[in-house]
């Protein structure tokens, strides 16, 4: 199937651990997004990744890192995890960033709960 | 506060029918509004729309925006069984956050 996959999808942690979610597309997009779902249930971007560049960082903080070892992966990295760091993240990607003609297609999704 | 509702909540059809699919946005700052079909996995593209009276299609599906109103709807003609999904509505703002709502359950029945 082409899609955004992330992994894994829950993730049940204890405050302080270091963590990592995956992501991949094999859709062929050269841009890749992560979302922070937040309370009221919208996305909020975090960081975006075209061809292995960075080009949207918003403010998180420095314990995020994204990684993207090529233009089909962004993997997010969490280190001394808190408890507000529970959330549901989305990954996605694009053709193209802006208006991408093709919208955007998004993961299914990573539940994180810190303990 | 932004928000983006959609109606009907839920819809049961029967195979042929045709549908109309409703999404309302109040989003400050809005760029476009995206529709998207989900089944058992990740939601999947279906259109985005920009400007305002230009229709959008593939197949029996179709889809405008009217930026006066703002709303949009989705129009599905000829349904099929494998139309039965969740129909998600997105906002997407100039700060690329997204608004998503919650969705319209279609159920098409044979």
């Known amino acids: 199937d082409t899609a955004v996959s992330q992994t894994p999808k829950y993730l049940v942690t204890q405050m302080g651990n270091d963590k990592s979610i995956k992501c991949e597309q094999n859709?062929?997009?050269?841009?890749m997004y992560w979302y922070k779902q937040d309370s009221k249930k919208f996305l909020k971007i975090m960081f975006s990744?075209?061809?292995?560049?960075?080009?949207i960082n918003e403010t998180v903080p420095n314990r995020f890192s994204p990684k993207s070892p090529d233009k089909a992966h962004l993997n997010l990295h969490i280190n001394s995890l808190e408890l507000g760091d529970s959330a549901v993240y989305f990954c996605?990607?694009?053709?193209?960033?802006?208006?991408?003609?093709?919208?955007?297609?998004f993961g299914s999704g990573t539940r994180l709960t810190v303990v | 506060e932004d928000k983006v509702v959609q109606s009907p909540l839920s819809l049961v059809v029967h195979e042929g029918d045709t549908v109309t699919l409703n999404c309302s946005y109040e989003?400050?700052?809005?760029?476009?509004l995206l529709w998207y079909k989900q089944e058992k996995k990740a939601p999947t593209f279906l259109f985005m729309l920009?400007?305002?009276?230009i229709e959008k299609k593939s197949g029996r599906l179709s889809s405008i925006l009217d930026k006066k109103e703002l709303s949009s709807i989705l129009n599905i003609t000829a349904t099929q069984t494998g139309d039965s999904a969740i129909y998600l509505c997105?906002?997407?703002?100039?700060?690329?956050?997204?608004?998503f709502g919650t969705g319209t359950s279609l159920t098409v029945i044979p």
């Open positions: 990744y075209n061809n292995k560049e960075l080009i």
């Open positions: 997105a906002v997407r703002n100039t700060g690329n956050q997204f608004y």
């Open positions: 996605a990607s694009s053709q193209g960033a802006g208006d991408p003609v093709y919208g955007y297609t």
């Open positions: 859709l062929g997009h050269d841009t």
């Open positions: 920009t400007s305002s009276g």
């Open positions: 989003v400050t700052n809005f760029r476009s």
